[in-house]
Structure formats: structure tokens, C-alpha cells
């Protein structure tokens, strides 16, 4: 079937027109109207188009230190000091796609291409495990090699099937190209938790400017993959926007459109919302001079903006941006980060193959991640119990919004994160990740707690993967 039989049918409409009369009539330096919008972000029940525009366009250093604040306190409230720790599985770089900004793009000659085997998907699989990875997300460029889509498939059946010492992974999330339908369920049946896919660009004209050829450049068939993922039962999915290609103002507002699409339509917004912005690609003058480049001020703002106007929504921070960046955002609304990760096929295995989509910012490894993480006040979590348990999609926002969720996530975290420390981290970061647990246990209700000392009590006398 063609792309274009493909992407015949209702589409994901931005209405562009609406976006940029939203920001001209609701730019505001008046405090006031601000601060109104800041009072009602803290209540958590989202913002308006109208209200991120007002955000979007805040200059004033005590104004943005206010949003800075308020997006803490919300942040806070939802998610607590939990952080969800994965890593990426780059299992293939053959790409079809001429885009701009990307090392894997098609007539990038100079890269050397490489799919793996499954023999070496199960090598890379060992290594994170016994780094303590429990949570892998498969990336794949869009491009299979003979085995077609079955390639993927095969993939998790890898992934899945692979275990090492104590360890295993016990989901895998993916990030491969747009499908079909029927690919979707087959996807599903596979057992991933999220499906992950960006737009890259809400924006019409610089979309085409930067997708030169290959299937990508279908602008509608990539944003109707969500509505595709969802119809297929896929109902964890997580969007994004690669800043620095576009005005992130205008992204900003075109996302919050592609949110309220499937939140009409499904019922359920996006699980995840990813926020990288184009760092240096291998032979690609673009990623490494922006077209619209993003300041730490403005992609701080982002993060903060974002995490008022869906509360609800987990906000992914990747090792693309440096360790000190990371930092600053996990305050500002990151529920989510990677660590220890690599960006080319064979990346934990083959140090001498280096064939990477991007530069990365932060070159540490998991253990010193998560020692930072600890010592800034922050618990690790590895946990995947909701996707094991059906608290996906709807059933997961119906326990998020009134503030349930914590009850099963924050003994999970304890849990996953006391498996970690007693299995792979070294002994400065027990150290510090056992005081933080004290720490952590603390804070909690005396329910909440018994039933975290418990499980971790088991994990300790050797039991692993408890959860609630």
C-alpha cells in the first residue's frame, strides 16, 4: 500500500492561523494577567491556548522565576521526588528519510550502516542489564533491513527473552516508524508499554524545508500515527518536538492542538511529551547551526510551561542536553530522563563502532547519574508496574488526577531503586541512595510507608520485581 493510500481520511488538523492570532493577541507584559494565569496553572487542571501563549511570551526575570516556581510546585505535588530511569536500544541505523537535521538521513554516505542481529541485540541487552537498566527503549531508523517490520518484533522477543545474573528488562518502550493499523496491534501484542514517535515540527512549510524525501516527508501520515497507535488499542503513546527547527512558541501551541485531537477523540492525551533540541549530527550543518535555536532560558521555560499546561502529561528529559541542564529541569517538570545512554547501533557493546544520530551533552554512566540524582534529593525509579498491571491510558490519568497514583508509585520507586543498589551500584552510590530512602520514607503517610518498608524488605531478604 502507498503512503498516499496510506494517509487517505480525517487528519490531525494544526490550524496554523489560530496559533499565531493566539500569541499576537494574548503577548502580555502586563504582571498582573501573569499571575493570573500562574494562580490557575496551580491548581493542575491545565492551561489554555490562550494561557500558554501568556506564558510563552514572559521576559520579566521576576516573572519567570514566578512560572519557575509555580511549575515546582506542581511538579511536586503530582510526581513527588520520583525521576523514571531508562536507557535507548539503538538497534539499527538504515534509514530511508532525507532529513536535515539527522546523522541517519539516507544520502549521509559518510555514516556506516548497521542493523543487528538478534545474537547482538541480546549482547547490548546483557550489558544494560548489568548496568542496572530495567527499562529499554527500542529505536530503530526508519528503515528495516530484509526481515521488513518483522524485524522489530523479533526485536522485543530479544529484548524480552534475554535475561543475565539477576536481571532483566521488564518493559520495553518503542520508538520506530509510523505504521499501519495492523502493524500497531501486532505491536501491541508484543507487549511494549509506550509507543514513541515525534512530529519534529508542527510547522507546515519548515516541515517540508527539512524533510526532503523518503516516507517521513508525508506530513499527515506521521502526525495520524498516534490516531492509528490508539485505534490498534495502543493507548500509552508519547509525542514530541525536536526544538530549534521552528519558533518554539508556535510548537508549543500546536502541540496543546495534537493533545486536545486525542483527547477528544480517545478520551486520553499522550502519556509523554519529549523535549530535545537539535544538537551537532555527523555531517549535518543544520543540527549544528538551528534554524530557530532554543536558549537554556527559553528551553527551561519550555519545560515549565509544559508541565503547567498538561500536569498530568510525563515530560522526558534525554542525554542530549548537558548534566547541569538536566538538573535545572527536573525541578521545573522532568518526570522522566535517560542515563548512561548511546545513540548508534552497538553502542554498549562496540566503543569503536561510532555511527551516532546525535551528540550527546551528558557522558555519564548510570551509577554517576543516579548518585547525582540521590544527592540533589531525588529517588530513582525503575518501575513498570503499571504497564504490567493496566494502569495505561485513561485508567492511569483516572488515578493520577486525584493523586492516587503515588500510593503505588512511590513504594514502587523504593522497591526498584533498593534492587538497584544492592545489585549494581557502587559503594559511594549506596551510600548516598540508602540515606535518600531514609530520607524518602520519611515524608511518607504511615500507610504508604508500611507498605514500602515491606516490600523493600523483601527485596532485600532476595526477592525481586515487587510491586504494587
Known amino acids: 500500500?502507498?503512503?498516499?493510500?496510506?494517509?487517505?481520511?480525517?487528519?490531525?488538523?494544526?490550524?496554523?492561523?489560530?496559533?499565531?492570532?493566539?500569541?499576537?493577541?494574548?503577548?502580555?507584559?502586563?504582571?498582573?494577567?501573569?499571575?493570573?494565569?500562574?494562580?490557575?496553572?496551580?491548581?493542575?487542571?491545565?492551561?489554555?491556548?490562550?494561557?500558554v501563549a501568556t506564558l510563552a511570551t514572559v521576559s520579566d526575570p521576576e516573572l519567570i522565576q514566578e512560572l519557575f516556581h509555580?511549575?515546582?510546585?506542581?511538579?511536586?505535588?503530582?510526581?513527588?521526588?520520583?525521576?523514571?530511569?531508562?536507557?535507548?536500544?539503538?538497534?539499527?541505523?538504515?534509514?530511508?528519510?532525507?532529513?536535515?537535521?539527522?546523522?541517519?538521513?539516507?544520502?549521509?554516505?559518510?555514516?556506516?550502516?548497521?542493523?543487528?542481529?538478534?545474537?547482538?541485540?541480546?549482547?547490548?541487552?546483557?550489558?544494560?542489564?548489568?548496568?542496572?537498566?530495567?527499562?529499554?527503549?527500542?529505536?530503530?531508523?526508519?528503515?528495516?533491513?530484509?526481515?521488513?517490520?518483522?524485524?522489530?518484533?523479533?526485536?522485543?522477543?530479544?529484548?524480552?527473552k534475554t535475561t543475565h545474573n539477576a536481571g532483566e528488562v521488564r518493559r520495553a518502550n518503542v520508538n520506530v516508524a509510523p505504521l499501519t493499523v495492523e502493524e500497531f496491534k501486532l505491536l501491541k501484542a508484543a507487549k511494549i508499554g509506550t509507543y514513541q514517535i515525534f512530529q519534529e515540527t508542527y510547522h507546515h512549510e519548515t516541515y517540508q524545508k527539512v524533510?526532503?524525501?523518503?516516507?517521513?516527508?508525508?506530513?499527515?501520515?506521521?502526525?495520524?500515527?498516534?490516531?492509528?497507535?490508539?485505534?490498534?488499542?495502543?493507548?500509552?503513546?508519547?509525542?514530541?518536538?525536536?526544538?530549534?527547527?521552528?519558533?518554539?512558541?508556535?510548537?508549543?501551541?500546536?502541540?496543546?492542538?495534537?493533545i486536545r485531537h486525542l483527547?477528544?477523540?480517545?478520551?486520553?492525551?499522550?502519556?509523554?511529551?519529549?523535549?530535545?533540541?537539535?544538537?551537532?549530527?555527523?555531517?549535518?550543518?543544520?543540527?549544528?547551526?538551528?534554524?530557530?535555536?532554543?536558549?537554556d532560558v527559553d528551553f527551561r521555560k519550555i519545560v515549565a510551561i509544559l508541565r503547567l499546561a498538561v500536569p498530568y502529561t510525563g515530560?522526558?528529559?534525554?542525554?542530549?542536553?548537558t548534566a547541569e541542564i538536566r538538573r535545572e529541569t527536573f525541578a521545573l517538570g522532568v518526570s522522566q530522563i535517560s542515563a548512561g545512554s548511546r545513540t548508534n547501533p552497538a553502542g554498549y557493546s562496540d566503543e569503536a563502532f561510532d555511527a551516532s544520530q546525535f551528540s550527546l551533552g551528558d557522558h555519564r554512566t548510570l551509577d554517576e547519574v543516579i548518585r547525582d540524582v540521590t544527592q540533589l534529593g531525588y529517588i530513582p525509579s525503575f518501575c513498570t508496574a503499571c504497564y504490567r498491571l493496566g494502569r495505561t491510558g485513561a485508567d492511569f490519568m483516572d488515578l493520577a488526577k486525584p493523586g492516587d497514583i503515588k500510593d503505588h508509585c512511590d513504594p514502587n520507586a523504593i522497591s526498584t531503586f533498593t534492587e538497584f543498589l544492592l545489585d549494581y551500584a557502587s559503594p559511594e552510590t549506596k551510600e548516598v541512595g540508602e540515606r535518600a530512602i531514609r530520607t524518602f520514607l520519611d515524608n511518607m503517610g504511615p500507610a504508604q510507608r508500611q507498605r514500602a518498608e515491606t516490600m523493600m524488605e523483601k527485596v532485600r531478604q532476595g526477592k525481586r520485581d515487587v510491586y504494587c
Not at 493510500?5 to 488538523?13: D, I, R
Not at 494544526?14 to 499576537?24: H, N, S
Not at 515530560?315 to 542536553?321: A, D, K, N, V
Open 263 to 295: 483527547e477528544q477523540k480517545f478520551g486520553v492525551g499522550p502519556h509523554t511529551i519529549s523535549v530535545p533540541r537539535l544538537e551537532p549530527a555527523h555531517g549535518s550543518d543544520m543540527a549544528s547551526h538551528p534554524p530557530r535555536p532554543v536558549s
Open 211 to 258: 524533510h526532503l524525501g523518503g516516507k517521513k516527508r508525508n506530513y499527515e501520515y506521521r502526525i495520524d500515527a498516534m490516531d492509528r497507535a490508539m485505534e490498534a488499542g495502543i493507548d500509552d503513546v508519547g509525542v514530541g518536538i525536536l526544538f530549534g527547527l521552528a519558533d518554539w512558541r508556535f510548537e508549543i501551541l500546536a502541540l496543546m492542538q495534537h
Open 70 to 160: 509555580t511549575a515546582k510546585i506542581v511538579k511536586e505535588g503530582i510526581y513527588g521526588r520520583r525521576l523514571v530511569l531508562f536507557a535507548p536500544l539503538y538497534v539499527s541505523n538504515l534509514c530511508q528519510n532525507e532529513c536535515l537535521y539527522c546523522a541517519f538521513r539516507a544520502s549521509n554516505k559518510e555514516l556506516v550502516r548497521r542493523s543487528l542481529t538478534q545474537e547482538e541485540i541480546a549482547r547490548e541487552v546483557r550489558i544494560m542489564i548489568d548496568q542496572g537498566h530495567k527499562r529499554i527503549l527500542l529505536v530503530a531508523g526508519e528503515a528495516y533491513p530484509k526481515e521488513g517490520f518483522q524485524y522489530v518484533l523479533d526485536c522485543l522477543d530479544t529484548i524480552y
Open 315 to 321: 515530560i522526558i528529559m534525554s542525554t542530549r542536553e
Open 1 to 51: 500500500m502507498s503512503v498516499r493510500e496510506l494517509s487517505k481520511g480525517p487528519h490531525v488538523q494544526i490550524d496554523e492561523a489560530a496559533i499565531w492570532q493566539t500569541l499576537k493577541l494574548h503577548s502580555s507584559r502586563d504582571a498582573s494577567r501573569v499571575r493570573e494565569v500562574l494562580a490557575k496553572a496551580s491548581a493542575a487542571r491545565g492551561l489554555d491556548p490562550e494561557d
